[in-house]
């Protein structure tokens, strides 16, 4: 039992690590990983870590409810162990990856697209503020019985005003890199 409080901290540790480097370096533009490792294509680590976790978990729990077989209990080890192993070759070679180009290199938009790119974003920018406001007032003026309803639309406006600024500021970020470098 010793080794599994260990694999434990282990997972816990890497979740740590995982989070700092999801929050420092965000989505990756490809999957991280097979999807036979890991459903689902994670871009981000976090979420690889917590099927690990969920490996682990079962692991354990067949074993304590005595359902674990020889062959089942063969096929989880090697999958959390692949599991573990893949997440921290991810962790140690970050290095690496800053230097991967962010997008195809192969295909640049021309400057002027993204100067046009922005402006729409400025312009989407604009709209989404006041319709926020919008649903602000709508939100005050809103009966009781229907201001959850108004609450949740206020949510999905002020998201997509955060993702329309969050793209605003990447192609402002690449407009900003293409003149210095060219």
């Given at each position: 039992?010793?080794?599994?409080?260990?694999?434990?901290?282990?997972?816990?540790?890497?979740?740590?690590?995982?989070?700092?480097?999801?929050?420092?370096?965000?989505?990756?533009?490809?999957?991280?990983?097979?999807?036979?490792?890991?459903?689902?294509?994670?871009?981000?680590?976090?979420?690889c870590v917590k099927e690990a976790n969920?490996?682990?978990?079962?692991?354990?729990?067949?074993?304590?409810?005595?359902?674990?077989?020889?062959?089942?209990?063969?096929?989880?080890?090697?999958?959390?162990?692949?599991?573990?192993?893949?997440?921290?070759?991810?962790?140690?070679?970050?290095?690496?990856?800053?230097?991967?180009?962010?997008?195809?290199?192969?295909?640049?938009?021309?400057?002027?697209?993204?100067?046009?790119?922005?402006?729409?974003?400025?312009?989407?920018?604009?709209?989404?503020?006041?319709?926020?406001?919008?649903?602000?007032?709508?939100?005050?003026?809103?009966?009781?019985?229907?201001?959850?309803?108004?609450?949740?639309?206020?949510?999905?406006?002020?998201?997509?005003?955060?993702?329309?600024?969050?793209?605003?500021?990447?192609?402002?970020?690449?407009?900003?890199?293409?003149?210095?470098?060219?």
């Amino acid at each position: 039992m010793s080794q599994l409080k260990q694999l434990v901290s282990t997972i816990e540790h890497l979740a740590v690590q995982a989070a700092e480097l999801d929050r420092a370096r965000g989505e990756h533009h490809q999957a991280l990983f097979d999807e036979r490792l890991f459903h689902g294509g994670a871009r981000l680590l976090g979420p690889c870590v917590k099927e690990a976790n969920a490996t682990l978990d079962t692991l354990i729990r067949e074993q304590d409810n005595g359902k674990l077989t020889a062959l089942r209990a063969e096929y989880l080890s090697e999958r959390l162990f692949s599991q573990v192993s893949a997440i921290q070759r991810e962790l140690a070679t970050q290095a690496i990856r800053k230097k991967e180009p962010k997008h195809h290199s192969h295909y640049q938009k021309p400057i002027n697209v993204l100067y046009q790119e922005l402006a729409q974003h400025q312009d989407w920018e604009r709209r989404l503020m006041e319709m926020v406001l919008d649903k602000q007032a709508a939100l005050n003026m809103a009966p009781p019985f229907a201001q959850q309803q108004a609450q949740q639309a206020l949510l999905a406006t002020e998201q997509r005003l955060e993702r329309c600024r969050v793209a605003k500021v990447k192609l402002e970020k690449q407009i900003t890199y293409r003149e210095r470098n060219q």
